[in-house]
């Protein structure tokens, strides 16, 4: 093989360069527009005026028609986590579903570990569920179950 100019070289290092700057570039847009959204971003199958703790992200979701009966048109369930403490998420739950449109039916409670509420919406007494928090010791996970 003859030599080769090192403009040569240079050249195709650089353009070498340049293409893997852009796939990084390309990429990191690419999975900004398609990673699933935290609860912040958007997915999330709650009524719009239903109570929801801020800084929370999204652990799990399912939606669901016709689920568990005929009668019961939608079927959400979201699980979302804080490192916020259980005491001020939990405390945010009790105080949300009765100065909204919301109601508490029932609450089951062991201090400093879970709590469980039960709820319906004040408008659509048909609309109920529960929502339970957990306290994860570094985390407290917040798991809501809805009925319309």
Same mark, same amino acid.
């Given at each position: ?67 568990? !009966? ?14 916020? &403490? +259980? @005491?001020?998420?939990? *405390? /945010?739950?009790?105080? !949300? ?14 201090? &400093? +570990? @879970?709590?469980?509420? *039960? /709820? ?29």
């Amino acid at each position: 093989m003859k030599n080769v100019s090192p403009w040569v070289w240079r050249s195709a290092g650089a353009a070498a360069s340049v293409a893997i700057l852009a796939s990084v570039v390309i990429g990191t847009g690419a999975y900004n527009v398609l990673r699933i959204p935290t609860h912040s971003g958007s997915f999330n199958c709650l009524p719009s005026d239903f109570p929801t703790y801020a800084n929370m992200t999204v652990a799990e979701a399912d939606y669901a028609f016709g689920n568990p !009966a005929p009668d019961d048109t939608i079927s959400c369930q979201m699980v979302m986590d804080s490192y916020d &403490k +259980f @005491s001020t998420v939990s *405390t /945010f739950y009790r105080k !949300a579903f009765n100065t909204s449109g919301w109601s508490t039916v029932a609450v089951l409670e062991q201090p &400093k +570990f @879970s709590i469980a509420l *039960t /709820f319906q919406s004040k408008e659509r007494p048909a609309t109920h569920g529960w929502v339970t928090i957990t306290n994860q010791g570094v985390s407290t996970r917040v798991a809501t179950r809805l009925f319309s």
